[in-house]
């Protein structure tokens, strides 16, 4: 079965940092692209980015880029999402994905349809 386990959420004051982790059972880790996802109190879900775990590459959301990066560790089966510069506005349950597609591009990327199975979310809450 194709389980993914979200670690490393917690409270952290704006302008820090977090590290979230993915770790991925069940399936090829480095043949499908993996996404993170956000839902913020009272918002619908949104895309974060994701990376295509062949070659590394990532997609970021325009609310993040600059200031998040997602990486992998194939070996591993594990993706990361380090968040910096934080600011209340990322206070959300943030989500791993695995999309089994091969296409990669920002409208996939970033959007839920595409993706297959699902985390259970951590909680990253920044205070002001």
């Known amino acids: 079965d194709v389980q993914l386990q979200a670690s490393g959420g917690g409270l952290v004051q704006a302008g820090g940092s977090l590290r979230l982790s993915c770790a991925a059972s069940?399936?090829?880790?480095?043949?499908?692209?993996l996404g993170w996802f956000r839902q913020a109190p009272g918002k619908e879900r949104e895309g974060v980015g994701c990376?295509?775990?062949?070659?590394?590459?990532?997609i970021y959301a325009d609310s993040v880029k600059g200031r998040f990066t997602i990486s992998s560790d194939n070996a591993k089966n594990t993706v990361y999402l380090q968040m910096n510069s934080l600011n209340v506005e990322d206070t959300a349950v943030y989500y791993c994905?695995?999309?089994?597609?091969?296409?990669?591009?920002?409208?996939?990327?970033?959007?839920?349809?595409?993706?297959?199975?699902w985390g259970q979310g951590t909680q990253v809450t920044v205070s002001s």
């Open positions: 990376i295509r775990s062949s070659d590394g590459s990532t």
């Open positions: 994905a695995v999309d089994r597609g091969t296409r990669f591009n920002s409208y996939r990327c970033l959007s839920q349809p595409f993706y297959d199975y």
């Open positions: 069940g399936f090829t880790f480095d043949d499908y692209n």
